[in-house]
């Protein structure tokens, strides 16, 4: 029997001691809004320590008026960063259909 090549990724996860966190500020303590229900996907321009900055696929799990905390995966963990509300925008899930999606 022939195995056809699956998509994504195979072999041995990263190492989770490479993980270097991205600047995040301090948690507000008043006007929070947590998520109870789905947290709305964003797309976020995090900023890596000397300047680095990439662009994470995640949700938004709380926010303010000018924060937001960001939740996303990297290094096979969820990570969480509160991050100014302007480099954060939302992003639309593509429709999963059960009989074809599983």
């Known amino acids: 029997m022939e195995h056809k090549p699956r998509p994504g990724w195979h072999g041995i996860p990263p190492s ?13 303590t ?3 809004h947590w998520t109870t229900e789905k947290a709305p996907p964003v797309w976020a321009d995090l900023t890596y320590p000397g300047d ?3 662009t994470v696929k995640g949700f938004a799990m709380a926010w303010t008026r000018e924060l937001v905390q ?8 969820a990570r969480t960063a509160w991050v100014r509300a302007n480099v954060v925008r939302r992003r639309k899930l593509e429709d999963r259909r059960p009989d074809r999606d599983g």
């Open 30 to 32: 008043e006007d929070v």
């Open 52 to 54: 680095v900055a990439q």
């Open 16 to 28: 989770r001691d490479r993980f270097v966190a991205p600047e995040s500020l301090p948690q507000p």
């Open 70 to 77: 960001v939740q996303w995966v990297e290094y096979s963990m």
